[in-house]
């Protein structure tokens, strides 16, 4: 009888010490506990939201009044193309509504679709047997059916759904292979199973009359009307939920633990404006107005009313000269002078050699062999039209690098190419192969090799005499060498920190950036 008696004692002591350590709003929230109402209906009853709510179930779980049932659910949503889809119709609809219009249509007269939307277009129109392709012409093959709404587009506009509830698996696989239409998003679910002693201690709580003290006022202490009253227990052994400290995007970081590494090394870093003129960014680096990078598809060009940079006449001339003498052909001052948005990062070097020409002419005059004048850099935005995809952006940085100095050689550029590129990378094997590129002679790209794969991250070589000499002009002495190299920043951010898509490095899915250690 004593041991029945001890056993007791313990439990209504427990009850009680849980029951005093309940705050009013978890007090409120166990009252629909007990009567085992769904999540969503307590967060509507109590008029709290839905963290609060969730928080206060994990305290009850770890008390024991309730044990907590986690179901995760794979949710199949509108992505974003999806929803532009959804709005203006699938590239398949488009095409179909041409075609009720013709019947027959060229594929080059085809528009509002890009290259991508029209194939894809063309393969759905297939497999339902709405459409024939002959001589490079699109026909008709069942009108009649053509009007009717397309299973895929049901499927888009009953969407969200749960994976699992979906019938149309061919659909939802189909979908998923094509640019972000679709998307599968994890949910997490909770469920709870109310434990015996949960109504014990609502009942404790209902008959208890006596105010609990939650905080020592310095009243309470002068009165000492706390004399009178129950304390609320303070349970310093629970879980509490995880506090995100804010720190630096990863991606900020990389860059400015790059810039101040090269400036250990005695680099000043070059700037300038995102907006160039073709002279800069592909004449002064002797590049042929004739150059296929030079083409639409390469740059975005840009028209701002009233805007010109202006390109000194001296540079100009002496560029002009070795086009036209070294190319052959007949140098347009007008094309020169056209707008774009850089799409390379060497446009900056081009501008230092120029801008610091009375500079390196003087410290020229003194140079012995092997030496070093000045060392540039710069981690410059450039821009480039282009399918983004897990390697590639429509707009990235480059880490751009010029060493100027009197009788340097090209070992010296691969020397030092594979220390940064090591450091940087963590990469253990840096591969070096000829290259060409119109601005340097000899010129190399380079790869990194990283977990068996071999990934291309930059060019470099040294300045041709008909870049330095034309941007130099007077203050060129022979024997000067600008050693020049480009590193694709973002694919050695990537090796870094062992990922895979280099859109992760624009990501705005908090938990992996909470995920990733700098």
Request: proline share 3%; net charge positive.
């Amino acid at each position: 009888m004593v041991n029945i008696k001890i056993g007791r004692n313990l439990k209504e002591k427990n009850i009680e010490k849980i029951a005093y350590s309940l705050s009013e709003k978890e007090k409120e929230i166990l009252k629909y506990i007990v009567e085992k109402k769904p999540i969503n209906e307590i967060v509507s009853l109590t008029n709290l939201d839905e963290t609060t709510v969730k928080k206060s179930l994990l305290f009850f779980e770890n008390r024991g009044i309730i044990r907590i049932e986690y179901k995760t659910i794979e949710i199949v949503d509108l992505d974003k193309n999806g929803i532009v889809y959804l709005k203006n119709g699938l590239p398949e609809r488009i095409l179909a509504n041409i075609l009720m219009e013709k019947e027959e249509i060229d594929l080059k007269e085809i528009q509002g679709l890009n290259k991508q939307e029209i194939n894809a277009a063309i393969g759905e129109l297939k497999k339902l047997n709405l459409i024939e392709i002959s001589e490079g012409k699109i026909k008709v093959k069942n009108k009649g059916e053509i009007i009717k709404k397309f299973p895929q587009e049901k499927f888009l506009e009953e969407l969200p759904k749960e994976k699992d509830k979906i019938e149309e698996k061919e659909i939802l696989e189909n979908l998923l292979k094509r640019k972000e239409i679709i998307k599968i998003d994890r949910k997490v679910n909770i469920d709870y199973e109310v434990l015996p002693i949960a109504e014990e201690v609502y009942n404790f709580l209902s008959s208890v009359k006596q105010q609990i003290i939650e905080n020592l006022t310095p009243e309470i202490l002068k009165n000492k009307s706390w004399k009178k009253k129950k304390f609320k227990y303070y349970d310093v052994k629970s879980k509490v939920p995880l506090i995100y400290y804010g720190k630096r995007h990863f991606y900020l970081y990389f860059l400015d633990k790059i810039r101040e590494k090269l400036m250990q090394y005695g680099f000043k870093e070059m700037e300038n404006g995102i907006i160039v003129n073709e002279f800069w960014n592909f004449d002064a680096l002797f590049q042929p107005q004739h150059h296929m990078a030079r083409e639409w598809s390469d740059t975005y060009y840009i028209e701002i009313e009233n805007l010109n940079i202006p390109i000194p006449k001296d540079v100009l001339e002496r560029v002009k000269k070795v086009h036209e003498e070294k190319w052959k052909y007949k140098w347009s001052e007008d094309k020169a002078k056209k707008i774009i948005l850089r799409p390379q990062g060497t446009v900056l070097s081009a501008l230092t050699l120029y801008k610091n020409s009375k500079r390196i002419g003087e410290m020229l005059k003194n140079a012995k062999e092997k030496t070093v004048l000045e060392k540039y850099f710069s981690i410059a935005r450039v821009f480039r039209p282009d399918v983004v995809d897990a390697t590639h952006l429509t707009e990235f940085n480059q880490l751009e690098g010029i060493i100027i100095g009197y009788k340097l050689s090209f070992s010296n550029l691969l020397a030092w190419l594979e220390q940064l590129t090591k450091e940087i990378s963590g990469c253990r094997e840096v591969i070096f192969k000829p290259d060409y590129f119109p601005f340097t002679e000899p010129s190399v790209e380079i790869s990194i090799k990283l977990n068996n794969a071999i990934m291309e991250v930059g060019g470099a070589g040294i300045f041709r005499e008909e870049v330095v000499k034309p941007l130099l002009g007077e203050n060129y002495k022979e024997g000067l060498v600008v050693l020049a190299w480009g590193l694709g920043i973002d694919r050695l951010v990537l090796a870094k920190y062992n990922l895979n898509d280099i859109r992760l490095l624009f990501s705005k899915n908090l938990q992996f950036l909470r995920d990733i250690k700098i």
